[in-house]
């Protein structure tokens, strides 16, 4: 499969760029191509600067709203984001346009953090201005919700949030929603974190775009997994996960003949990364909720067989019930058997829930507020009523 990737604000860019840096490491180890054209927009020029993969000219970097924020981002005002990304959306589609290989790409997909001012606010807009430009092809978006402590210290993180998701949920295929707080571990340091965090949360989307793409017949699967099934899969509410577990790089000549207790080792191991995956997803949720699943299970091609992919599939179907499953097998990786899983149409979110109803009270809070001082200004006023003007 391949993509149209196109990151706002910060958050966004540098995802971008790391879905530009999963599209050279396909390019190289597997001469293939699953990313047409990788750009990142924002209001901030050093943001754009700090890139580092995706190509440095204006119409990759597109700097936007240059008149109303002198390259210095909006400051978390959403409101102000939506309205440079509304004004300048030409400026992105024109940019797209020139994309070379554009017209070989299967979707778009759009990525910002719902927490921000010039991401979160512009998402939504060129969300919608491209699905009325290309109907065509699909427009996914992906969410970056903040971390635990945004929240608890600043309100406008989560009504940023709540605004960003009621938006994008209503113009987006399909949302797929990733957790920073998911993706906290104990061994980063902090300079390395946000680096590290967004390259663990590309990672499940490279065996999932490469499948599709490959044309030598030793890496095509027994059921291959192409951009049909995934554009099939992606509806709604989504969430990604992956797992993976080693095997051994090397195998004597004597364990060559797979007896019945490696075979289940196999088995085990399969279980192993997919049990990972669902216990890792994006996003914590109920895959009862699930309406529809997809799996791709990757690993050296003398590893898979029948039974490890009904294994996983029964594994899948006892955990989302409702859910129609797709999947896919991909011989392809050395050393190491690895599942993605993709759980989408979710019925409920729990967490995006808890958005919309924090700040609903967070709207009559600042309303509530909004009539104080309306009130304080009309009593200065009338105080003021009969003394003379020099105006
Ligand atoms: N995973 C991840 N999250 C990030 C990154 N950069 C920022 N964030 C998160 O994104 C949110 C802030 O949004 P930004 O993307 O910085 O904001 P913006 O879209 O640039 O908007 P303004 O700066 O307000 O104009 C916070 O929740 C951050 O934790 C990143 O590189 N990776
Ligand atoms: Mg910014």
């Known amino acids: 499969m391949k993509l149209v990737v196109i990151g706002f604000g910060q958050c966004g860019g540098r995802i971008a760029d790391e879905f530009a840096r999963l599209n050279r490491r396909a390019r190289s180890y597997r001469g293939i191509e699953i990313v047409t054209g990788a750009f990142a927009v924002n209001t901030d020029a050093a943001d754009l600067s700090g890139l580092t993969t995706i190509r440095s000219d204006y119409q990759h970097r597109i700097l936007i709203g240059g008149r109303k924020t002198s390259g210095h981002g909006v400051g978390k005002i959403n409101e102000l984001g939506a309205e440079i ?25 759009l990525i910002a953090s719902s927490a921000g001012g010039t991401g979160s606010g512009g998402i939504p807009i060129i969300t919608q201005l491209i699905k009325e430009r290309y109907m065509d092809k699909p427009v996914y978006n992906l969410i970056v919700l903040p971390f635990e402590h945004e929240e608890t210290t600043e309100e406008r993180t989560i009504y940023n949030s709540a605004v960003c998701l009621k938006s994008v949920n209503a113009v987006a295929d399909a949302i797929i929603l990733v957790d920073n707080q998911r993706y906290v571990r104990k061994d980063f340091s902090l300079r390395n974190n946000l680096a590290k965090i967004n390259a663990l949360m590309v990672e499940p989307f490279y065996n999932l775009l490469c499948a599709g793409e490959e044309k030598k017949p030793k890496h095509i699967g027994a059921r291959m997994l192409d951009a049909g099934d995934i554009i099939q899969t992606l509806v709604g509410w989504t ?115 808890d958005y919309y109803n924090k700040s609903a009270g967070f709207i009559s809070e600042v309303k509530q507020r909004q009539e104080e001082i309306k009130g304080k200004l009309k009593e200065i006023e009338d105080a003021s009523q009969d003394i003379p003007s020099l105006l």
Do not use: W
Request: hydrophobic share 40%.
């Open 85 to 109: 990304a509304n004004e300048d959306g030409d400026k992105i589609i024109d940019a797209i346009r020139s994309a070379r290989r554009f017209f070989e790409s299967d979707a778009f997909l």
């Open 239 to 353: 969430v990604i996960g992956y797992g993976k577990s080693p095997l051994p790089l090397i195998t004597l000549p004597f364990e060559r003949k797979r007896n019945f207790r490696q075979k289940s080792t196999e088995t085990h191991k399969g279980i192993q990364a997919m049990d990972e995956a669902i216990s890792e997803l994006s996003l914590r949720c109920n895959p009862k909720d699930a309406g529809r699943a997809l799996y791709l299970l990757s690993a050296p091609a003398k590893e898979m067989n029948m039974d490890l992919i009904k294994e996983l599939g029964d594994y899948l179907r006892d955990i989302a019930p409702e859910a129609t499953i797709r999947n896919g097998d991909y011989p392809r990786e050395r050393g190491v058997l690895d599942v993605a899983v993709i759980l989408s149409e979710l019925n409920t979110v729990d967490k995006v829930k």
